[in-house]
T-cell receptor, first 111, second 118 residues
């Protein structure tokens, strides 16, 4: 049972434009959400997170939005750069328990 | 560098064999997680240890087992290997604490071990 879902396997965006990656979850007990970025042959690296008490968290070009009523979160990257091309994983946890990951979205930023 | 070390980086073995993957967590992290990533799949949670004790179990096969030692390093043992076990195996660690309240903290991943079963 996939508790965290990323329904778009891939996304292509022009350099300089906004990239929006989406994630849905089913478990209402999740209280912490994270985005990870993964390059080929490397482990995932932490990008940005948000607690369930917030609806937005911003870090430079990256902003994560959380809509608890819709059980949906999104990652916005503005402006997108070619170096952002990677697989992005959404993850969630409940009360500090294990992290549940989505299946990932492969982002390609076209120069 | 995440501070999480996994060895070996690559492993090729035959069906039916047994292998051990090793993970050294970041200094001070008590929680260790193991994940499997098969081709074109997401990160499947296998198991979590906290301070030497099993904390949570995911989709881990009975042929697989893990443990966390007093020095907090962890090993994932895979036995009676099948072709379908070929995957990337990631270890992650975090400073998650047992009990409440829990601080929000991310997990840091190692570079992974690529297992190929032939």
């Amino acid at each position: 049972d996939q508790q965290v879902k990323q329904n778009s396997p891939s996304l292509s965006v022009q350099e300089g434009r906004i990239s929006i990656l989406n994630c849905d979850y089913t478990n209402s007990m999740f209280d912490y959400f994270l985005w990870y970025k993964k390059y080929p042959a490397e482990g995932p690296t932490f990008l940005i997170s948000i607690s369930s008490i917030k609806d937005k968290n911003e870090d430079g070009r990256f902003t994560v939005f959380l809509n608890k009523s819709a059980k949906h979160l999104s990652l916005h990257i503005v402006p997108s750069q070619p170096g952002d091309s990677a697989v992005y994983f959404c993850a969630a946890s409940a009360s500090g328990n294990q992290f549940y990951f989505g299946t990932g979205t492969s982002l390609t930023v076209i120069p | 560098d995440s501070g999480v070390t996994q060895t070996p980086k690559h492993l090729i073995t035959a069906t039916g064999q047994r292998v051990t993957l090793r993970c050294s967590p970041r200094s001070g992290d008590l929680s260790v997680y193991w994940y499997q990533q098969s081709l074109d799949q997401g990160l499947q949670f296998l198991i979590q240890y906290y301070n030497g004790e099993e904390r949570a179990k995911g989709n881990i096969l009975e042929r697989f087992s893990a443990q966390q030692f007093p020095d907090l390093h962890s090993e994932l043992n895979l036995s009676s290997l099948e072709l379908g076990d070929s995957a990337l195996y990631f270890c992650a660690s975090s400073a998650l604490f047992s009990g409440a309240p829990l601080p929000n903290t991310e997990a840091f991943f190692g570079q992974g071990t690529r297992l190929t079963v032939v």
